[in-house]
């Protein structure tokens, strides 16, 4: 018991200080996850409420500290201090309100008060036309108070009363006192407009105000939206890519680890198979970490390429050959026949395009590697490219060498799933993966393609994807690039030769 | 290396040919099992009733029927429900992990592995008399 009242008199002023402070701080400190996950009413109504807590507050701290205790030590009529006593029992009721929810009402009752107050106090008056005209002027402080605590169209309404009362008030208020003593009905005509006026400004930058914090808000609020949604698919990044990872690394330490221990036991037959898995498995690591690092390398800027003249059909073969012979189907290997594939390369051998020729190889290893895991085995794969006769139109604005040649189109269609027509568009985007396959058990990491359109777009073309969605009818994958044309020709003499070993590889 | 009184059976069942491959011929030729592999869980489901195995090592990540889902079929038909399981995935999360003890597995484990670990896992689940599975599940139900 004694503790308690020990305690009780030093909690009381710290709960005070408190609450006082957390009024003034209120309406300056908000939380990234409340301004996101309120919505857009909502936050308006908190701030409207944390504003006229604000502005009570310092009515009634004002009234009970300074107006009071003055009037009471210069002993002023028993009616001023009735009537702060009043105004402070007012403003405690309007905090009550406010805190409970009814922040328009208790806001409304607020202003419509204090007009009230106003043309009472200015009607009173006698022979005192200054006092008067500063009382109407003065409602302009109170329509900023309603354009920060009332929603927007009562804002207008308040800003309406403020007007007529002012108007009626000065010109038309028929048993006015101050009437005769204010001079002539010009010059009170000419103050009303300047007063009304005063107060329309006054609405106006309350509400120019508020619409840009409501503005700034919605703004952070979708940042902050996004960066979460950022961040979730790095996470998913993160788990895929380490689950992506394993995988290939088992399959290369095991086929090593079973060489290493069958040592002497080994037939040089196991020796030559066990050492093709093992680098078929590396290779498709190497593939792997080719697009998680590039992909973290492309968060600092546009991929670095080296674009040179480069012989198509070659590069298409070259890249093919490093496929799994089992997967993509070769005339020399019939084992396993059923699952090998039927690769249809139709390239003019002399197709040449202007390109980096290990990030073009890339680009075709992620769209090869695409079309295999999301197609059934043995299905067919068609890649293709032509030179188009109309110049490259819509490509980054940067390439102004590649918009002056021609563009060669590279395509690689599948039967495989497809791509659903209303994903299609984010297919390129980083860490995005279709929502059929996040739950699916194909993996992948979200990055390979995100890393190929990169690739593309810094070599000057563009790519696309055309897909009804329906599994078995699968996808083309298309993209350009700046075709070499004759002035390249002549500046590199010993390009033909390389044309004519390319096309005895394309037959 | 001491020779197992009768050769054991294994039952490999993983949707990625790279991985049986080399696996597969580990398992026959450094441990002298018996190897059969299913390329799914509904495979597996059918490799399991027509011959039942010593040990199934189980992926998770597969199409069709998963290796959860795999493992409660195989717990759950009183016909296997005594067979070794082990998991053998690149799924490494607690929760995934968990998911897998939970449904029935004797061993989880992450690939990559080393090829020894595996062949002892795969021991020690033969091993594992019904009476241990059975204090195992409940240890880890009562945590």
Known sequence: MEGLRATGPLKAPRWLIWSVTEAFAGPFRSSAAQVAELPAHQLDRQRRRLNLRLILTFVLLTLLLVALPISVARMQSLTLIALFVGLILFAALGLWANHAGHTTAAASVFILAVFAGTVALAVSRSGDSTGVVVSYANLGVFLLIAGLTLPAPLLWASALIANVLTFGGLLFFPFAPHQPATGTASELRGLATEIVTFQLLIALLAQVYVSSTRASLRASAQAYEQERVLAALKDQFLIDANHELRTPVMALSSNVQLLARLGERATSEDRARLLDRASQAATRLQRLLHNVLDAGALESGAPRVAPEPVVLSALVHETLETFDPLEVGEPGLTQQAAQARSVTVSVPADLRVYADPARLRQILVNLVANAIKYSEPGTPLVIRASLLDTPARGGPARHRASAERLPVQVSVQDQGLGVPPTEAHQLFQRFVRLRRDIAGPVRGTGVGLYVTRSLVEAMGGRIWVESDGVPGKGSTFTFTLPAVDDSDRSSTPDNSQDADATSAIAT | ?143
């Open chain 2, 1 to 143: 290396m001491t020779s197992p009184p009768s050769i054991h059976h294994v039952l490999l069942v993983d949707d990625d040919p790279t991985l049986t491959a080399p696996l597969q011929e580990a398992l026959e030729l450094l441990a002298g099992y018996a190897v059969t592999v299913a390329a799914d869980g509904a495979a597996g489901l059918e490799a399991l009733s027509a011959r039942r195995p010593d040990c199934v090592v189980v992926d998770i990540r597969m199409p069709g029927v998963d290796g959860y889902q795999f493992i409660r079929a195989v717990r759950g038909d009183p016909e296997t429900t005594e067979v070794p399981l082990v998991v053998l995935s690149a799924l490494a999360q607690e929760a995934q992990t968990l998911a897998g003890f939970l449904s029935g597995a004797d061993a989880y484990l992450y690939k990559p592995i080393d090829l020894d670990e595996l062949l002892a896992a795969i021991k020690r689940a033969i091993e594992l008399t019904a009476t241990e599975r059975q204090q195992r599940l409940t240890d880890l139900t009562a945590e």
